[in-house]
């Protein structure tokens, strides 16, 4: 503790003394400290379960261990500066940097979600991979430095000195704290999950827990303190990620490196797959399911005959059951079947729409899991029916691969970071290093996906039911949307189709399918915690900021001191954090599915004006702000009309029309050229921008 | 790229350094074109044998992402190296914010 508490105490000269490779040296020996107290840590729960301690305890201790020591940070890094405050003083080195932005970047859906999206979808996943780090090349290229060399505090700030005043400011501050607030209510949902999971309290209480977490980096510290604790969890969820996975590969006796190796196991899994389409016993799964749709479908088509009929038969179960004098037991198990026979028509036409696709879906090959190394869907020399699949899944294939390119390089988030480098040269090199470090989980997750699918195909399927692995039998307990097993034909034997799977269960199991002892479990929900805690952390700090700087400072009352400022902006955090945290609380599944739908959103908005603001001088403030609200309005419109869960919130029922049969996920696709379209049209026909920002535009082009 | 207070020998230099990175920028943006989009679309054409993966699955999980760090690399060395040049002629100068911030 003692270095740590030199090296961040808030003594800026001596800082400003210390040269940057002197800092860089000090930083380096403070992480590798801190890696080896995290190993230690994870050494000694290894031995307390050795000695017996509960999973319980264990759990509860890799959750408030970690965020004791982020909460020291967090103290330590304390500022009422608003250079520290806003962008950490700018002298974040490059590979720091780098660091923090991995771990800002990378959230509880990278973590959690990405190995199990690449397990269910195949290639298909592969989308989130190439788009996410992709959009990193185009942030390196048109904008961090640039951002940097303009070296103000957020992107509204760049917006307004670049087109002339307030105007595409405010429609920044809108986009911003639009597409950021969608985010982190995901974040802490995150958090949320994996405290109540882990420790067993209610979700609730769970969310509000982890947002202790959150507040004590940011709210005192700003920037500062999130830089220095960014760059520890990643540590944490670097660990966390690969132990268990280098693990599951030596168990499947392949090297520890799998990411360099499971093409061989990538093999296995396509040799498997045509093994069980081929299979008997799965395709008796499959007719069942297919008559249980088949029964929905009689039903719904006469549905009042259907529902009396049901009720009767109910009611006749129980009256001869209590004839027969059974036990009591039966007798109330009958009675809850009768009480669950939908109430009228209408709920009897939802519930069995609902189970008829539900049996559909279960209906289909390999558990409805496409071919995992099979490059789209359909075939393109097959009948009209399969080309058309073909087509459309390439296309959004593609489109998605965009949206989620341009949305990283647009998310403020991620580029208010590159704000914080010394220098505009260390911000390029800080960009190729955040890409480094998030290669590294990324190159992992679908080595893990394949690794655990060979687990399934080989091992798992075929298992008689009395022999099932025990962490089966756990996660069903736990959670039944991440694992359900039936035997479905009645054989004993367990058939791919009889498994439903969620996707998150494919790295919180890890640990438990690679058979290593609890307190790996309890690392990796550390990591997830990490990645979640992380990324919260960064934006809620971008939406207190935009509220604080943007708006009240420059807006309301540009005379306040710089210490009001920043106890400004200190309220709005824990404000803003308290409003997410209870939206979160209501689990709102809507806004969960629009957070796919936030990566279009921030695309369209920001890409074409800050772009555009660099490299055409002739772009002025009147086609910015047309371009950002077109771009804008066209996506929030296409995703409001088309994305299922968002028409059900907002009661719209006109017919979905897709264009070009792009999915509204990618909905950017016609956002981002409408928004360059218009900005470039608008520009053209109104005055040139004025002389101030003509020198603004020569001035960030130099280094 | 004029700049009213330099004088002209200054503002040609930044002119060349503003025309390399454009170029360096165009060029970088073209490889990551065709990895990120090209090769992406052709994928199931692209689908012999390469260390064991399908090649275009292998691009699309890790060799896509090995060359987008490898042109930012390229990128951040270029740079530095066009920026030296930028103060060899004469141009260099342009440090310090362009609105100072307001404290």
Redesign the interface.
Same mark, same amino acid.
């Given at each position: 503790m003692g270095i740590r508490s030199r090296t961040f105490a808030p003594a800026r000269g001596r800082f400003a003394a210390m040269g940057g490779a002197a800092f860089s040296r000090r930083l380096h020996w403070i992480y590798l400290a801190f890696g080896l107290a995290f190993l230690a840590f994870v050494g000694v729960m290894a031995l307390l379960e050795q000695l017996g301690l509960s999973r319980r305890w264990i759990g509860f201790l890799f959750l408030v261990g970690p965020i004791v020591f982020y909460a020291g940070i967090g103290i330590l890094c304390r500022t009422t500066d608003?250079?520290e405050y806003y962008v950490a003083g700018r002298r974040v080195p490059a590979l720091y940097n780098g660091m923090a932005t991995g771990a800002d970047w990378m959230s509880a859906a990278s973590f959690i979600g990405m190995a199990g999206t690449l397990y269910l979808s195949g290639?298909g996943g592969?989308?989130y991979?190439?788009g996410w780090?992709?959009g990193?090349?185009?942030v390196?290229?048109?904008i961090a430095?640039y951002l940097r060399?303009?070296?103000?505090?957020t992107i509204p700030d760049f917006l307004a000195?670049r087109y002339d005043g307030n105007l595409t400011r405010v429609i920044g501050v809108v986009a911003a704290i639009g597409c950021s607030f969608l985010y982190v209510v995901a974040q802490i949902y995150g958090v949320g999950l994996i405290t109540s999971r882990i420790t067993g309290v209610a979700f609730e209480v769970g969310v509000f827990l982890g947002l202790g977490g959150i507040l004590v980096c940011s709210f005192l510290g700003g920037m500062r303190a999130v830089t220095w604790t960014q760059v520890a969890q990643y540590i944490v969820l670097l660990v966390a990620y690969l132990v268990p996975v280098a693990w599951l590969s030596l168990k499947q006796h392949a090297t520890v490196v799998p990411?360099a190796?499971?093409?061989?196991q990538?093999?296995k899994v396509i040799a498997a797959e045509k093994r069980l389409q081929a299979d008997p016993a799965e395709q008796q799964v499959i007719t069942i399911f297919r008559q249980r749709a088949a029964e929905l479908d009689a039903r719904l088509a006469d549905i009042p005959t259907a529902l009396a009929a049901e009720r009767s038969a109910a009611a006749r179960r129980i009256s001869e059951l209590k004839a027969a004098n059974a036990p009591q037991g039966d007798i109330q198990a009958a009675e809850r079947v009768l009480a669950r026979v939908p109430r009228d028509a209408d709920t009897a036409r939802d519930e069995w729409t609902h189970a008829r696709d539900a049996n559909l879906e279960r209906a289909r090959p390999l558990a409805g899991m496409p071919p995992h190394?099979q490059?789209?869907a359909g075939d393109?020399h097959g009948d009209a029916a399969t080309r058309k699949a073909?087509d459309d899944s390439?296309h959004n294939?593609?489109a998605l691969?965009?949206c989620l390119?341009v949305g990283t390089a647009s998310l403020p988030h991620v580029l208010t970071r590159f704000y914080t480098p010394p220098s505009?040269?260390e911000a390029?090199?800080s960009?190729?290093w955040s890409?480094?470090f998030i290669?590294l989980l990324?190159?992992t997750a679908?080595a893990l996906a394949v690794l655990v699918k060979v687990e399934v195909f080989q091992s798992l399927v075929g298992t008689r039911f009395d022999q099932l692995p025990a962490w089966i039998n756990n996660w069903t307990h736990v959670d039944g949307s991440l694992l359900q097993v039936a035997d479905v034909n009645g054989d004993g034997i367990l058939q791919l189709g009889e498994m439903k799977i969620g996707g998150d269960i494919v790295v919180l199991a890890t640990p438990e399918i690679a058979g290593l002892p609890y307190v790996i479990s309890g690392l990796v929900a550390a990591g997830g915690l990490a990645a979640a805690l992380s990324t919260a952390d960064g934006l809620l700090l971008t939406i207190a900021n935009a509220l604080s700087h943007d708006l009240w400072f420059r807006i309301v009352d540009?005379s306040a001191s710089?210490t009001r400022r920043v106890t400004v902006s200190k309220v709005l955090l824990l404000m803003v954090a308290l409003g997410a945290a209870y939206v979160t609380a209501q689990k709102p599944g809507d806004i969960l599915l629009l957070v796919s739908a936030a990566f279009s959103i921030a695309a369209s908005a920001f890409f074409p004006a800050l772009v555009m603001g660099v490299?055409w001088k002739r772009a002025n403030r009147w086609g910015a702000a047309a371009g950002m609200v077109a771009g804008l309005g066209l996506t929030s419109y296409y995703v409001l009309v088309n994305q299922p869960g968002v028409r059900e919130a907002f009661g719209i029922t006109s017919p979905i029309q897709l264009w070009w049969g792009i999915q509204p996920i990618a909905a950017g696709l016609f956002g981002v050229p409408v928004g360059f379209a218009v900005l470039v049209a608008v520009s053209l026909l109104t005055p040139r921008p004025s002389q101030a920002a003509l020198?603004?535009v020569?001035?960030?082009?130099?280094? | 790229?004029?700049?009213p207070a330099a004088p002209d020998g200054v503002n040609s230099a930044?002119a060349r350094?503003?025309h390399r990175?454009?170029r360096l920028?165009a060029v +970088? &943006?073209l490889v990551?074109f065709v990895?990120?989009?090209v090769v992406?679309?052709f994928?199931?054409d692209l689908?012999f044998p390469?260390?064991?993966?399908?090649f275009?699955?292998?691009m699309?999980?890790?060799g896509?992402?090995?060359v987008?760090?490898a +042109? &930012?690399?390229v990128?951040?060395r270029r740079?530095?190296r066009i920026?030296r040049r930028?103060q060899a002629e004469g141009?260099?100068g342009?440090h310090g914010?362009?609105?100072q911030?307001?404290?």
């Open positions: 608003p250079t290639y592969l989308a991979i190439l780090t992709g990193f090349v185009l390196a290229l048109l430095p060399k303009f070296g103000q505090y000195a990411q190796t499971y093409g061989y990538l093999q190394a490059q789209f393109p073909f390439r294939f593609i691969v965009f390119m505009v040269s390029r090199t960009v190729a890409l480094f290669l990324y190159v679908p540009p710089a490299f020198a603004m020569d001035d960030v082009r130099l280094p | 790229m004029t700049h930044r350094h503003w990175t454009q920028t +970088l &943006l990551w990895v990120g989009f992406t679309w994928a199931r689908d390469f260390l064991g993966w399908p275009s699955f292998w699309a999980a890790q896509g992402v090995i987008f760090v +042109l &930012l690399a990128y951040a740079m530095a920026d930028l141009g260099s342009g914010d362009v609105v911030a307001p404290r």
